[in-house]
């Protein structure tokens, strides 16, 4: 078990994934999802729908 092993905190640092032994900063989950997800939806679809008028 090492930085090969998929599994293990180590393998999925060298190979940058993210998992059940490595989770997602907090911080970082909540500031992407809600401001950055919505204000960026929202925009797209009063786009299209000035498109489509």
């Given amino acids: 078990m090492g930085k090969g092993d998929r ?3 180590k393998g999925k ?3 940058g994934s993210y ?3 490595r ?3 907090a911080n970082q989950n909540k500031a992407t999802n ?3 997800g919505k ?5 797209k679809t ?3 729908k ?3 008028a």
């Fill in 7 to 9: 599994k293990t905190k």
């Fill in 13 to 15: 640092i060298a190979m």
């Fill in 19 to 21: 998992g059940v032994s």
């Fill in 23 to 25: 989770p997602r900063p």
């Fill in 34 to 36: 809600t401001t950055d």
């Fill in 39 to 43: 204000a960026s939806g929202a925009k």
């Fill in 46 to 48: 009063a786009s299209k």
């Fill in 50 to 52: 000035g498109a489509k």
